[in-house]
C-alpha cells in the first residue's frame, strides 16, 4: 500500500497484492504462506462526502494512465482535483473506520 495523494478534499492509494501473507502463531511467522487475493488498484476517498471508490480492472488501468501522464506534465492542484473529484462521483461506499 502506497499513499499517492493526500489533500483536504482527497486521500489517493495504491493497493498492491505483491507482497505474500505469512502465517503467524502467537506472533511469530512461519514459513506457511497464506492465499492472498490479487487485488492491485487505487482506492480515493472523497473527505467532504465521507465516501471512497476502489478503481480495479480496467478502471485502475486508466486511472494509471492518469499516473503516468500527470508524471510526464506535472499539473497544478487543481488539474488533480478535478480529475479526482469526477472519480470520486463513483463513490458509493462510506468510509467506515474500525
Known sequence: ????????????????????????????SSDITMPQLARNGFEIVDKRSGKEVYLDGSWAELFQQQITAWQAKTPTQEEVEDTLERYAELAQNPVIVH
Open 1 to 28: 500500500m502506497q499513499m499517492l495523494y493526500d489533500s483536504d478534499s482527497f486521500v489517493v492509494v495504491h493497493m498492491q497484492a505483491d507482497m505474500p501473507l505469512l502465517a503467524t502463531d502467537s506472533g511469530r
